[in-house]
Nanobody, 128 residues
């Protein structure tokens, strides 16, 4: 059974950093694009960052550009989200998701409806 497991969340002060990991089990991530989304309490889930299957292209929400970096290590079957200069408004549950369209070029989807497999999430809380 294919599963995604996020880790690396926690409580951090504003201005701090965290690195989230998304580990896939039961399948290799290498042919697939992966995205990170977040959902704050009382708000809709929103796109944060995505990376295409080869790692050659990334896409970011405007709110995190210049602060967050998505990367992938296919040897470890893991996608990372490095989050720097965190702000209280970054507080949310973060989920990774896989788009089940192998080798789809440089396309990075920002729409959650285009992702097929989701992890359970990891909580990030940023205190002011």
């Amino acid at each position: 059974q294919v599963q995604l497991a996020e880790s690396g969340g926690g409580l951090v002060q504003a201005g701090g950093s965290l690195r989230l990991s998304c580990l896939a089990s039961g399948r290799t991530l290498s042919p697939y694009g992966v995205g990170w989304f977040r959902q704050a309490t009382g708000k809709e889930r929103e796109f944060v960052a995505g990376i295409n299957w080869s790692g050659g292209r990334a896409n970011y929400a405007d709110s995190v550009k210049g602060r967050f970096t998505i990367s992938r290590d296919d040897a470890k079957n893991t996608v990372y989200l490095q989050m720097n200069n965190l702000r209280p408004e970054d507080t949310a549950e973060y989920h990774c998701a896989v788009r089940n369209r192998p080798y789809d070029g440089l396309y990075v989807s920002t729409s959650q409806t285009e992702y097929d497999l989701w992890g359970q999430g990891t909580q990030v809380t940023v205190s002011s």
